[in-house]
């Protein structure tokens, strides 16, 4: 049962524009979301993450928005750059959720020059 | 500062036989996690150990275990290898044991098992 869902496997954007990558979860109990971007042979590295008692976190770049009544979390890239091209992943944990972060399988993005 | 490690990088075994890979997390974390990532999936829960203790476990067979150790560093074992058990696996460090939800995990570069 996958409870993390990113249902975009690929996205292409030409460099200098917004990449919006998406992110849908169906455990309410999930109150931590967190961001990660991985290049091949490497593990994945911490982008952004959001708490629930937010709706917005920004961190130069890259922007996390919350949607809890949606249970939609997205991540925006401003300017988007060839060296964001990897694949992205959204996590999300809680109190409840049994000590662990439950994963989406990815959204690969490729930035164009 | 030195990141999470992991060894070794890759490693090649056969249906049968026992792995064990190894993770040192970043200094000052007390916590470990270890993950199965599959080819084309997101990473998958396998255990958490904070302060040398079982703190989560994920749906995995009792072919896989771990433990930490008290300079916090830790292994994971895996008996009687399958050809499915052939993924990544990755380690991830944190202060806590992410029970209040709010504890970044940090990953290290994975260690690459290819199961024949």
């Known amino acids: 049962d996958q409870q993390v869902k990113q249902n975009s496997p690929s996205l292409s954007v030409q460099e200098g524009r917004i990449s919006i990558l998406n992110c849908d979860y169906t455990n309410s109990m999930f109150d931590y979301f967190l961001w990660y971007k991985k290049y091949p042979a490497e593990g994945p590295t911490f982008l952004i993450s959001i708490s629930s008692i937010k709706d917005k976190n920004e961190d130069g770049r890259f922007t996390v928005f919350l949607n809890k009544s949606a249970k939609h979390l997205s991540l925006h890239i401003v300017p988007s750059q060839p060296g964001d091209s990897a694949v992205y992943f959204c996590?999300?944990?809680?109190?409840?959720?049994?000590?662990?972060?439950?994963f989406g399988t990815g959204t690969s993005l490729t930035v164009i020059p | 500062d030195a990141g999470v490690t992991q060894s070794p990088t890759h490693l090649i075994k056969t249906r049968g036989q026992h792995v064990t890979l190894r993770c040192s997390p970043i200094?000052?974390?007390?916590?470990v996690s270890w993950y199965q990532q599959v080819l084309g999936q997101g990473p998958q829960f396998i255990f958490q150990?904070?302060?040398?203790?079982?703190?989560g476990r994920g749906n995995f067979p009792d072919r896989f275990s771990a433990r930490q150790f008290p300079n916090y560093s830790s292994e994971l074992n895996v008996n009687a290898l399958l050809l499915g058990d052939s993924a990544l696996y990755l380690c991830?460090?944190?202060?806590?044991?992410?029970?209040?939800?709010?504890?970044?995990?940090?990953f290290g570069p994975g260690t690459r098992l290819t199961v024949l």
């Open positions: 200094s000052g974390h007390k916590s």
């Open positions: 996590a999300a944990g809680g109190l409840n959720t049994g000590n662990q972060f439950y």
């Open positions: 150990y904070y302060e040398k203790e079982e703190r």
């Open positions: 991830a460090s944190s202060t806590t044991p992410g029970l209040a939800g709010t504890d970044t995990q940090y």
